[in-house]
């Protein structure tokens, strides 16, 4: 085990939350000066840290818990009856790993999920720098998975391949294939991919009880949040 205590970490002051509107919110960061390794950043997944670009990091409010980290443990995890319809319904779909790379064809994708997805959100507009800042990072644990039909791109799912388990980061799809559920069936192929990989769990990053965009964590059980410093189990 790394000796976490040797680490440096680095508060931000005070600023807007994105997620609720009336709060302050304080991110801790790992030390960017520390190489950014896979046990490591496993570690640091176990105390609730997500990376975003380069950075590793995790909430630090003074007066507010409401992001709570969430993962599903792959093995334990039965999909429901409309999960399962999903995973039928997009059966057609092959998905392969590729190394992150910015390509007209995935900024193209990006923009158009952004600007219909995601147009009252503090990542509109969409931008190439925003999109290599974000998500375009040469890691040895990243990866894009390529979900296609057709040879035609639906979605990129952008993973880290962790000791502990697979971290979800970020996922953007076609907005025109809604009948697909691309953002749900590509949670539940990473979790299949997880327990087929002997991995444990699926980071699936923060979920926020007051914020509706997070609802749909909650809608894979058994999930565990970390609370009171310790993964306790909803089923």
């Not at 520390?34 to 609730?48: F, K």
């Not at 926020?208 to 970390?226: G, S």
Request: with cysteine; aromatic share 14%; net charge positive.
């Amino acid at each position: 085990m790394t000796e976490l205590a040797r680490l440096k970490f680095y508060a931000t002051q005070p600023h807007p939350c994105s997620y609720l509107p009336e709060e302050q919110a304080t991110t801790l960061f790992l030390d960017p000066s520390q190489p950014m390794d896979a046990d490591v950043y496993a570690e640091l997944s176990e105390m609730g840290f997500r990376r975003s670009g380069d950075h590793l990091y995790r909430p630090h409010c003074q007066r507010c818990t409401a992001c709570v980290p969430a993962r599903i443990p792959a093995a334990q995890f039965t999909p429901n009856r409309q999960q399962r319809r999903i995973i039928k319904r997009n059966q057609d779909v092959q998905v392969r790993a590729v190394r992150p790379a910015f390509t007209e064809e995935y900024y193209d994708l990006y923009a158009r999920y952004i600007e219909r997805r995601h147009a009252d959100g503090d990542m509109y507009p969409p931008s190439r720098e925003q999109f290599s800042t974000f998500l375009v990072r040469d890691l040895p644990f990243s990866c894009f998975f390529e979900f296609r039909k057709d040879n035609r791109l639906l979605a990129i799912a952008v993973t880290d391949a962790l000791p502990n388990g697979l971290s979800a980061v970020y996922t953007f799809y076609d907005p025109s294939e809604e009948r697909r559920s691309l953002g749900r069936f590509a949670i539940l192929w990473q979790i299949g991919e997880t327990a087929r990989r002997g991995l444990y769990a699926v980071y699936l990053g923060y979920w926020i009880k007051n914020c509706r965009k997070m609802n749909y964590k909650t809608q894979y059980r058994p999930i565990e949040l970390f609370v009171n410093q310790r993964w306790v189990t909803l089923t």
